[in-house]
C-alpha cells in the first residue's frame, strides 16, 4: 500500500480575514486527492486556540472551539508534529505532519509568523516563506522594495498612527500635495481590503484615516489609479516561476473591496483578460519579477494596474496567500492556463517539498578548523 502524505490544512486564525480563510481551506480540503494525502484539518480560533481533534472547521463556523480541548505545534525539528494540550499540560503522543499547507489570509499567517513557527519546526509548508511574506504583507515596505528594483508603483505616502493623532493637519497638507485626491488609504498590513476606503476630498480622509488605524499603526495613502484597468496574475514555482494568463476585475463597487469580493457576487471576473499581446507578455513578466523581487515560493497573485490603452502598467501589490475557493482568482487563472485546482494543490505540496528539501542541505552550524 502506497504511503499517504499527512498534509495539514491550517486556516482561521487572529486576523480580519478569519471568514475568508474558513472558505479557502473548505475548498482545499474538499478537493485535496484523499487517495494521496491524509489531510489533518487545523484550525485556529479568534483567540488564537488551535483545534485539531473533532471537526475543526465546523467548530469555528459555529464558535463552539472549546478552550480545553486545544493543540499546538511542537517547535522540536526531531518532531514534526503536533502534540495535545490538555488543561495546560501534554498528554497522548505527536501527529507528525509531511507538509502543512497554511490557508490563514492576513495577519498571523500570511505576515511570516506562521512560518517563522513552521521553519523552526523543520515542517515543510505550502508557499512563501518568513522574509517574502512579511514583505508581502506590509505594503509599505512591498512597494519600497518595488520601487528600489524597478518595477513600477503609483505614487504613496506612509503614515504613522501617532504621527496622524500628533498632526492631522500637517499630514493631510503633505497628502495633497505629494498624493492628491482621489486616494486611496489603506492598513499597510491587511487584505481582502479590510480598512481601505477611496478618499476623494479632504472631508473624506479623517474618517477614512479613523478607519485604517483600527487595523493597523502604519497606514498607506496611495494615488488612485484613474481610468486604469485592474489585471491579476497568479504566479506558480520557486526559483524558476510561471505566470499564468491574465484576469480582469470589474467590481461592483466603485473599488474591489470586501462587499464587491465576497458579498455581493456582482463584480466581473473576465479571463483571460481582453488585452493587446504585447501588454500580456509585460504583465507576465512583471508578475515574476515580483514574485523574484520579494523572494517568494510556492504561490502569488500579483496585481497590477493597466491603462485604458495599455501604454502604462504600475504593480499594486503581491498576495502570498491568494484566496484559494474554486471561483477565487488565483485557482481560476490557472484553470483557465492549463492546471485544474486539483493539479494546482498537488503541485504547490511538491514545490513545498522540495524547497524544504533544499533548506535542510544547507549547513546550519559551522566549526573552526
Known sequence: ????????????????????????????????????????????????????????MLALKSAAASPAKSSALVVDPSQRGL???????????????????????????????????????DVPYVGAGVLASAVGMDKSVMKAVFAQRGIPVLDFLTVKKKDWQRDAEGLTHEIERRISYPCFVKPACGGSSVGISKVHSRAELAPAMRLATEFDRKIVVEKSAQNFREIEISVL?????????????????????????????????????????????????????????????????VDFFVSKDASKVYANEINTIPGFTKISMYPKLWEASGISYGELIDRLIELAIKRHMEKRQLRTSYELE
Request: net charge negative; aromatic share 6%.
Open 83 to 121: 502534540i495535545a494540550l490538555e488543561v495546560n499540560q501534554a498528554s497522548g503522543g505527536g501527529q507528525k505532519l509531511d507538509v502543512v499547507i497554511p490557508v490563514l489570509h492576513g495577519t498571523y499567517g500570511e505576515d511570516g509568523t506562521i512560518q517563522g513557527l513552521l521553519e523552526m519546526a
Open 237 to 301: 514555482g520557486n526559483d524558476e516561476p510561471i505566470a499564468s494568463v491574465p484576469g480582469e476585475i470589474i467590481p461592483c463597487n466603485e473599488f474591489y473591496d470586501y462587499r464587491a469580493k465576497y458579498t455581493d457576487d456582482r463584480s466581473q471576473l473576465i479571463i483571460p483578460a481582453r488585452l493587446p499581446n504585447a501588454t500580456v507578455r509585460k504583465v507576465q513578466r512583471l508578475a515574476v519579477e515580483v514574485f523574484k523581487a520579494v523572494d517568494c515560493a510556492g504561490m502569488a497573485r
Open 1 to 56: 500500500m502506497t504511503h499517504k502524505l499527512r498534509v495539514a490544512v491550517i486556516f482561521g486564525g487572529r486576523s480580519g480575514e478569519h471568514e475568508v480563510s474558513l472558505m479557502s481551506a473548505e475548498s482545499v480540503i474538499n478537493a485535496i486527492d484523499k487517495t494521496k494525502y491524509e489531510v489533518v484539518p487545523i484550525g485556529i480560533t479568534k483567540g488564537g486556540q488551535w483545534l485539531v481533534s473533532g471537526d475543526p
